[in-house]
C-alpha cells in the first residue's frame, strides 16, 4: 500500500513537473491611454494591469504601468495612420511575461490612475494569446481609460463653520487621467468642461443649493461657492465632465456648518 501511495504521488509530481516545463514564457507590452489624452504612468501613480485566463478566473501576470505620459505632438497633433505607434522612448508602459501551455483566452484589465484613487476607472478587454507569440511591438496591447480626475482641494476633511448664513469657499483640482492640465484655450480647454457641485444637506439631496466652479486663474484650479442657509452636515459632490467625449469623474468632501 505504501508503494502504491509513493508511485501515485511521484507521478502527480511528474506530471506537474511536466505541466511547468511545458510552459512557453510569452512576453506581453501594455500601454493605457487617457482618452482624449497622454499615456498614465507615473506621474499618476500608474495603473494597474491584471492579466487573467477568461474562462478560469487565474491569475497569469500582474504590473503597474510606469514612464513618461509620452509625446504630446504625435499623440495629440498628428493625424493617426493605419499602423501608426503612439508611444516612443520613455512612454509608459508595463512589459509582462505570461506562461502559456496552449492556446489561451486572456482577460487583460486596467486599473487606475493608482495616485487618484477617488477618481479611478477599470477598462478591460479580452485576446486570444498563444504560447511563444509576444504582443510587445509597437504600442503593445493598447487600452483606454476615460474619465477626468478631480480632487477636492477645500473644504478640508469634515471641516466646520460657525454661523448662518454661510458661504463656503470650495476649490478643486482637476485634470485628465494622465494629470495633463486644463485651461482656457489650452490644449485641454477647459471651457469645455462642466464642473459643478451636487449637494445634500443632512443626507437629503438639496439641488437647490447646487452651484458651478469656475477657473480660478491658476492652471486646473476651479473655484466656487457653497451657499449654506441653515446648520448641518453638507455633502458636496464634485464632478468635472467633458462635454465632447463624456469623460467624468468626481470627488467628495463635507462641510459642518453650526449656528451661532
Given at each position: ?62 504590473g503597474v504601468t510606469s514612464g513618461s505620459t509620452g509625446d504630446t505632438a504625435r499623440i495629440m497633433r498628428t493625424d ?42 477599470r477598462v478591460s478587454l479580452t485576446q486570444w494569446m498563444l504560447p511563444g507569440k509576444d504582443v510587445d511591438t509597437g ?96 455633502d458636496l459632490t464634485v464632478y468635472a465632465f467633458q462635454k465632447a467625449t463624456g469623460n467624468t469623474g468626481l470627488d ?9
Amino acid at each position: 500500500m505504501l508503494r502504491k501511495t509513493s508511485s501515485l504521488i511521484l507521478l502527480a509530481l511528474l506530471c506537474a513537473s511536466t505541466s511547468l516545463l511545458a510552459a512557453t514564457p510569452t512576453h506581453l507590452t501594455v500601454r493605457v491611454l487617457s482618452k482624449d489624452a497622454k499615456f498614465v504612468g507615473t506621474s499618476m501613480g500608474g495603473v494597474e494591469v491584471l492579466v487573467r485566463d477568461a474562462e478560469t478566473g487565474e491569475l497569469l501576470a500582474q504590473g503597474v504601468t510606469s514612464g513618461s505620459t509620452g509625446d504630446t505632438a504625435r499623440i495629440m497633433r498628428t493625424d493617426r495612420q493605419r499602423g501608426m505607434t503612439l508611444s516612443t522612448e520613455g512612454s509608459a508602459k508595463v512589459d509582462l511575461v505570461v506562461d502559456l501551455d496552449e492556446p489561451t483566452l486572456v482577460e487583460i484589465s486596467a486599473r487606475g490612475p493608482l495616485a487618484q484613487r477617488q477618481s479611478a476607472q477599470r477598462v478591460s478587454l479580452t485576446q486570444w494569446m498563444l504560447p511563444g507569440k509576444d504582443v510587445d511591438t509597437g504600442d503593445g496591447l493598447l487600452l483606454e481609460l476615460p474619465g477626468t480626475v478631480v480632487d477636492v482641494l477645500a473644504p478640508a476633511t469634515h471641516s466646520a463653520v460657525t454661523g448662518v448664513p454661510a458661504e463656503v469657499s470650495v476649490e478643486v483640482n482637476v485634470t485628465m487621467m494622465c494629470g495633463c492640465p486644463l485651461s482656457p484655450g489650452g490644449l485641454w480647454d477647459s471651457n469645455g468642461f462642466e464642473i459643478r457641485a451636487l449637494v445634500s444637506l443632512d443626507g437629503e439631496r438639496r439641488a437647490d443649493l447646487d452651484f458651478d466652479l469656475a477657473y480660478a486663474g491658476t492652471v486646473s484650479r476651479f473655484a466656487g461657492t457653497l451657499k449654506a442657509p441653515e446648520p448641518g452636515a453638507y455633502d458636496l459632490t464634485v464632478y468635472a465632465f467633458q462635454k465632447a467625449t463624456g469623460n467624468t469623474g468626481l470627488d467628495r468632501a463635507t462641510v459642518i456648518v453650526v449656528g451661532e
